[in-house]
Each structure stands twice: as C-alpha cells, then as structure tokens.
C-alpha cells in the first residue's frame, strides 16, 4: 500500500510560489515526512523533512497540517532550475521509499 | 554529489553474466544504501548496511548481493543477471548523526540483454 499520494504533475510560473501537497493519511505518529526531489535522472536531493512542527530551510517550507495527514511543500520563488521530480515519503527508520512522484515544471 | 561516487556509471551486459557495481564515499559516513529505479517509477531500496558489520536486506534484495569492504566503500552484485534488471541503481550514504538525510550518488545505468 502507498503511503503517500501526490499528484502526478503539475506546472509553476518562474518566480512564483509553487504549492506541492501530498496526502499521508495513514501516517503514524513516529514517522517522518521528507521531501526529495530528483533532476533528470540524477541522483535525489535531499529538500527537507518534518515530524509535527513546520520547518522551513534556505530550498523550502513544509507545512504539516494538524493531523498530519497531509502536508505541502513550498517553493517560495521557483525557477527553471527547479523543474524535477518532487518524492513526498512517510519514514521512521531511514529506510526510505519513495513513490512516482510528482513532476513539477516550471515554466519561464 | 562529488563526495558519493559510482563506477561503472554505464554498463550493458548479457544474460547469466556476474556484475558487480561499486560504491564510495568520502563524507566519513557509516550508513550506506543500494536502490534502484525502474523507467517512470520511484527508487526502491535492494540493501543497505549501517556499518562495515552490518548488512540488511531492503524491499527488493532477491537477486542482489552486496559487500561492506570498508567504511568507505559498498558494493551490489549482480551474480546471474537478467533482464529485468535493466534499471538505474543509485547508491546513498547517511551519517548516523543526521540520519534524515541520505546523499545520493550519480547512478549507474544498467542494461542486461
């Protein structure tokens, strides 16, 4: 069973905000929500990651609702650079496993 | 990442051949990981080992081998290698100080005919 369920794609204005949710509705209280993304078939970047609280670093916020059975990762100024594949994965052991996806492109 | 590297970054090989792909690592981590990644699909995890003694199997290990030579250093194999094996195979590293985040290295995509 997919822990996770994002949407399959999903386009962004150069400079603006881009909103990726993800549904974790299944989520248990010791797991971990982090964000990857993939560019190409590069290897995944490491965005952020966050249990209860909203967390935000210098790539972008993840805001978890209250019952954490979602949350939304948000790219504040998104630029061409940022075209990839967004991996939204629910962890408690590090083990990671990451689903389809969500293909985000931006677009000038 | 520079720091994770892998060799071969191509290969294409035949049915029943042993392969055998190397990892390494300069970033002192003890956590390292084999994934692999079918066309259109997410990564999935084959083994991984949180020290040089310490091997464990992942989602999808049937067919696979791995060795732990060094700290710095984790191998996959491949002993009979089949076609559905065509993949992309990433390997990671974690430090056991910040596990939430895994470097991955630059992938080796595998072609078995």
């Known amino acids: 069973d997919a822990k996770t369920t994002q949407p399959p794609s999903m386009d962004c204005a150069e400079g603006r905000a881009a909103n990726l949710p993800c549904n974790h509705s299944t989520i248990s209280g010791n797991e971990y929500v982090y964000w990857y993304r993939q560019i190409h078939s590069q290897g995944p970047q490491y965005i952020i990651h966050g249990l209860k609280n909203n967390e935000t670093n210098e790539m972008a916020s993840l805001i978890i609702t209250e019952d954490r059975k979602s949350s939304t990762l948000i790219l504040p100024h998104a630029t061409l650079r940022d075209t990839a594949v967004y991996y939204c994965?629910?962890?408690?052991?590090?083990?990671?496993?990451f689903g389809a996806g969500t293909t985000v492109t931006v677009r000038a | 990442d520079a720091d994770v590297t892998q060799t071969p970054r191509n290969r294409i090989t035949k049915t029943g051949k042993r392969i055998m792909l190397e990892c390494s690592q300069t970033k002192g981590h003890d956590r390292m990981y084999w994934y692999r990644q079918d066309p259109g699909l997410g990564l999935r995890l084959i083994y991984y080992s949180f020290d040089v003694k310490d091997i464990n199997k992942g989602e999808i290990s049937d067919g696979y081998s791995v060795s732990r030579q060094a700290q710095a250093k984790f191998s996959l194999s491949l002993e009979s290698a089949i076609p559905n094996q065509t993949a992309l195979y990433f390997c990671?590293?974690?430090?056991?100080?910040?596990?939430?985040?895994?470097?991955f290295g630059p992938g080796t995509r595998l072609t078995v005919l």
């Open positions: 990671a590293t974690s430090d056991k100080l910040a596990l939430h985040e895994q470097f």
């Open positions: 994965i629910v962890d408690n052991d590090y083990k990671l496993s």
